[in-house]
């Protein structure tokens, strides 16, 4: 199952990424992006960012660097005071993504304008006001291109542990946002900020990859902690509208903490996984994979309900320490 391999290793690649910071991407994991036989539309995929207070924990790792065409540079996250990242989840996240960006493969013909193999979005969550709360397109989708590697990369290197960070963990909203994106629906809190990126709607319209393709879709959520239960009525009700399923899943006592129970996140990821986001024959749904970022003091049980997240969003869930 190509598509399958193409999911598990792309998440596990992101994982492993977030960890050792500089690591080389092996055969074993450049083989996920070779066609899939089943269809010659390009995958896509929205890397959803927690950029909320919690990408500013203290973490007990050594400072990471970031790779250019493979080289890792003396270059990294700010390593000193004032808005130091270094140390902290936010350095992490960033490292990870950036060197993940460099190290993905392009087709061997086509040129740099037209050797993409996937697209990629960058979602992040929105800053202030609360009433904002959700998630917005911090850059359009963009296909992968030798050309398109260095844009997106800087949109990773030039978030800021304080002027990017958002103003709750709504990961449910998020998650909300994204299927909107993906069905070229109108925005719900996507345009609400000032650094959204205007290339990723037209008139009222999120302009989607997917309504007249085959490929895959994925969401990869990369948290720092659990969701804001402040957002969980307004979730509630955004996928009632919808015509949802909202039966809650129940965890297990001790398992996962009472607030993360009452979360929408991972009925969300389930609705996602019954959506069917294209006009092309076959069922294009979206699958959400989690990857909990650990090592603070204060994680505690959130990564067990970020894997519920992933399992009912019918992907898979890493955890970065």
Request: hydrophobic share 40%.
């Amino acid at each position: 199952m190509p598509h399958l391999k193409f999911r598990r290793c792309l998440a596990a690649l992101v994982a492993l990424a977030a960890w050792i910071g500089t690591a080389p991407i092996h055969a074993e994991d450049i083989d996920i992006f070779s066609a899939s036989g089943v269809s010659t539309d390009l995958p896509n995929v929205i890397l959803l960012l927690d950029n909320s207070a919690n990408w500013s924990s203290d973490i007990p790792v050594p400072n990471c660097y970031y790779k250019d065409n493979g080289v890792v540079t003396t270059e990294g996250p700010k390593a000193s005071n004032p808005n130091k990242e270094q140390g902290k989840k936010v350095a992490i996240q960033k490292c990870a993504l950036y060197n993940v960006l460099d190290s993905l493969p392009v087709k061997a013909a086509g040129g740099p304008d037209a050797d993409g193999m996937f697209n990629i979005a960058i979602m992040l969550l929105n800053e202030s006001p609360a009433s904002n709360a959700g998630g917005y397109p911090r850059k359009a989708f963009t296909t992968l291109t030798t050309n398109n590697k260095a844009a997106l990369k800087s949109v990773i290197k030039n978030l800021q542990i304080s002027d990017d960070k958002g103003n709750n963990a709504s990961f449910a909203k998020a998650l909300y946002e994204a299927y909107l994106y993906y069905a070229g629906d109108t925005p719900y809190k996507g345009t609400a900020g000032t650094k959204w990126d205007a290339a990723a709607v037209s008139g009222t319209r999120y302009v989607s990859p997917s309504a007249s393709s085959c490929g895959k879709n994925y969401v990869i959520l990369i948290a720092n902690g659990s969701p804001e239960s402040a957002e969980n009525n307004d979730a509630l009700a955004l996928l009632a509208a919808k015509g949802g399923n909202t039966t809650q899943f129940v965890y297990p006592t001790g398992y996962v903490t009472n607030p993360d129970q009452s979360n929408w996140s991972d009925e969300m990821a389930r609705f996602l996984a019954g959506q069917d986001v294209s006009g092309k024959d076959g069922v294009q749904n979206i699958t959400t994979y989690t990857i909990s970022i650990i090592g603070a003091s204060s994680d505690g049980l959130y990564p067990n309900f970020m894997a519920g997240v992933a399992q009912r969003g019918g992907g898979d869930a890493f955890k970065a320490s």
